[in-house]
């Protein structure tokens, strides 16, 4: 069978998957299809329901285990009316380094990292740290091309939503309506300094940006608090 593996929100690999592959071999051949093969093991498979609840898996678990788990929670989900979303597997870094900015194919998976970290609120960003990383991306994504209103904000279309380039790349304590257009207008402003530069120098300028913070390459894990009554000798 075949499974699919995330690299953000939308887009994602489709790998064939043999009975006894695991999760590390998962990763190895998603790096190899990348062309990242030499660097996979900074690299490893997380799962979750969001991009905000994914948590490493194990890589000597087995691919199809993993699934069948997934099923089982599906089919008892459906039986008691949960709503817990739909699981799926994603590719991210696990260890951090310096870029070799001639190694394309790595450096765009630790923009699309980079980006993810954004939209999940993973560093502790000022407005003006959003907007230019917001400008940065947006060059990226469409050169110097104008982007339009409905490009830079969620657009209603009878009973179809889409949630734009603001919505999807911008941490949720951000997407306030009262932050929203300050930061569209600044936005704006920032994009008229950014031209003439092709895509790859702002992909590399937006990870010069994130790189310089102390919590870049940071990488958090769920915990659980356990309460224990203290006995006293």
Known sequence: MATRVYLDKKSFVTIRVKP??????????????????????????????????????????????????????????????IDEGTYRFAFRARLFFDIDKSDRPLLWMLFLQALHDMRIGHYPCTQMDVIT???????????????????????????????????????????????????????????????????????CAYMEYVMSWQLYGTVLFPVEVVMSARCDA
């Open 133 to 203: 990383l917001l400008a940065l991306g947006l060059k990226v994504r469409f050169g110097d091309a104008e982007p339009t209103e409905e490009e830079l904000e969620c657009a209603s279309r009878g009973r179809v939503r889409r949630r734009l380039y603001i919505q999807e790349n911008t941490p949720a304590e951000r997407r306030t309506g009262r932050e929203l257009p300050f930061m569209k207008t600044k936005l704006r402003e920032f994009l008229q300094k950014l031209r003439g530069k092709s895509s790859e120098w702002y992909v």
């Open 20 to 81: 006894t592959m695991t999760v590390r071999e998962l990763s190895n051949q998603v790096a190899l299809l990348l062309h990242i093969g030499k660097n996979a093991r900074f690299f490893c498979i997380y799962e979750g329901t969001s991009e905000a609840d994914e948590v490493m898996v194990d890589g000597d678990t087995q691919v199809l285990d993993r699934l069948a788990v997934w099923q089982h929670r599906f089919e008892y989900n459906q039986r008691n009316s």
